[in-house]
């Protein structure tokens, strides 16, 4: 139980003692005392009360945050699925090579391996015998 909830559970305690006791108060004096420590009390209930109410939408933004990621991450290894790790013989060269089972009518391409490393999926385009990464002129391969 959150500390915040059982303070307010001691303030709702206190307040009904505080109440019991007022009834054998003898002069106005004690009342407006009694009265003003219940106010008090209230005070501090609403405000623990108000606390655990922030402190629980917080916690609800960060699990739905939380699972936004993991959404994110289980769609990219899903994607990440459909596509094989290759090596192209001469240059040893890697690149990620769509399985053609797994194409769903997509030409066969490739991916970048260094893009994909870094969670990117970026389509590797041929261009005079070099695999060019639109990302980064560093990623292209030779794909012989
Ligand atoms: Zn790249």
Partial sequence: ??????AAIQG???LYELIKATQGLSNSVE???????VQQKLM??????LASQEKQASLAERVRDLETQLRAVEDW????????????????????KLRVQMANGDPVHY????CADKK????????DGQLHCPQSKQHSIWYD
């Fill in 1 to 6: 139980m959150p500390a915040e909830f059982l």
């Fill in 12 to 14: 709702a305690k206190s």
């Fill in 31 to 37: 009342v407006l005392t009694a009265v003003s420590d």
């Fill in 44 to 49: 501090d209930a609403n405000a623990a009360a």
């Fill in 77 to 96: 290894q899903k994607e990440l699925e459909r596509y094989q790790l290759v090596e192209f013989p001469n240059s040893k060269a890697f690149a990620l």
């Fill in 111 to 114: 991916l970048c391996k260094a």
């Fill in 120 to 127: 990117q999926k970026t389509t590797l385009q041929p261009i």
